[in-house]
Structure formats: C-alpha cells, structure tokens
C-alpha cells in the first residue's frame, strides 16, 4: 500500500534550526510536496522536490533522496509563528498526492 | 487574483440531513480537489476532477458522498443523510492541471458539525 510517516510532534526554541523528516511508499513517484497548515487554516505550499538535493528557499530547505524514499524539511533561524503543521505529502504514479497525517511544530521563546 | 473560495464557512446540521459544500476554484485552474481533515488529523483525499470530468472517486467514503462540477468551475460536493461521522472540516483546493506537478491553492474550508 501507499503510505507517508513523519513524526507526529516536535519541539524547538526560537531561533535555532529544526528537521522534520518523511518518509514515503508510493506506487511511482512524481514529486513530493511540503505544505504548511497554521491552527484553524487551509494548508500553503512550501516546496517541491523530484530530483535528489537539496532546495533551498530562504529560511526553509527541503531535501529529497529518491532511492531511499526520503525526504525532510529543514527550518533555520526559527520564529514563533512557524508554529504549525507540517504536511509532507507525495505524489504517485496518477499524479494523487498521498498526505502524510502532518508534523505538529511547537516553537518555545 | 482571488484565491480559492469555499461557502458555507461553518455549517451545523442534524444527522439524517442532506448538505451542500461550494467551492469556486482560480479562474484557469483546470483541476479540482475535494479533502477532508478531521481533528488534529492529516488531510483524506475524497475526489478529484480534471475539467468536469472526475477520474478517480475511489476516495468518495460511501454511496452517500457525491460531487459534480460544472462549466469547469465551481464544484459542489453533496453528503446525503449525514452522519455524527461526518463532522470535520471539508477542504477545497485547485491547481493549473491534475496531471503534473502543479501545486495545490487551499480554499479556507467548510467546517461541518453533525448534532
């Protein structure tokens, strides 16, 4: 079957540099995708990877390692309100995302 | 532009009820998602469309779900005799295609309760 895991809560302090990792089982891959959610919202894009590397987009970097079905999300110079959600989610072989159930990100001061 | 919008924002209705989501997508976006998050919980994939076509409705939860789409727009989703089950937020999103890597515009959702 299809399946995303990442882990369901982490915690950082304010400015520091947190990881949040994925891992992904699809039928094909076609790209995976990192979306926001803040408390109470609709989720936003982030980033998205197809090739290996790393993508770096300001404060916010994603990785993806294709053979190893890998992905994180990296978040550097932490602020309070990059407390949220992190959904990783991958695409299959129909181009369907596969949604992971999301990253729970607490910044503490 | 205006993003994605979704009406009602809220909605409260008694089990056995039948209700009706909108959603109106980007003008252009030829693709359309229907999902549904239910507390502190990641998002389930219900239906999609390319144009007014819905390819896959495999993700639709019973034969009390359905939706339809029209003039390539804006899509309504029906849940017929609710249940206390159904109660979550149902997400409407768009994106340029559904066959590609294109990113997906969230609408701000329909929060559904079922007393």
Known sequence: GQNIDQPTEMTA?????VQINCTYQ?????????????????????SYNVLDGLEEKGRFSSFLSRSKGYSYLLLKELQMKD????????MDSNYQLIWGAGTKLIIKP | GAGVSQSPSNKVTEKG???????DPIS????????????????????????NSAPDKSGLPSDRFSAERTGESVSTLTIQRTQQEDSAVYLCASSLEAGGPYEQYFGPGTRLTVT
């Open chain 1, 13 to 17: 302090t304010e400015g520091a540099i």
């Open chain 1, 26 to 46: 699809t039928s094909g891959f076609n790209g995976l995708f990192w979306y926001q959610q803040h408390a109470g919202e609709a989720p936003t894009f982030l």
């Open chain 1, 83 to 90: 407390s949220a959600s992190y959904l990783c989610a991958a």
């Open chain 2, 17 to 23: 009820k039948d209700v009706e989501l909108r959603c």
């Open chain 2, 28 to 51: 252009g976006h030829t693709a359309l998602y229907w999902y549904r998050q239910r507390l502190g919980q990641g998002l389930e994939f219900l239906i999609y469309f390319q144009g």
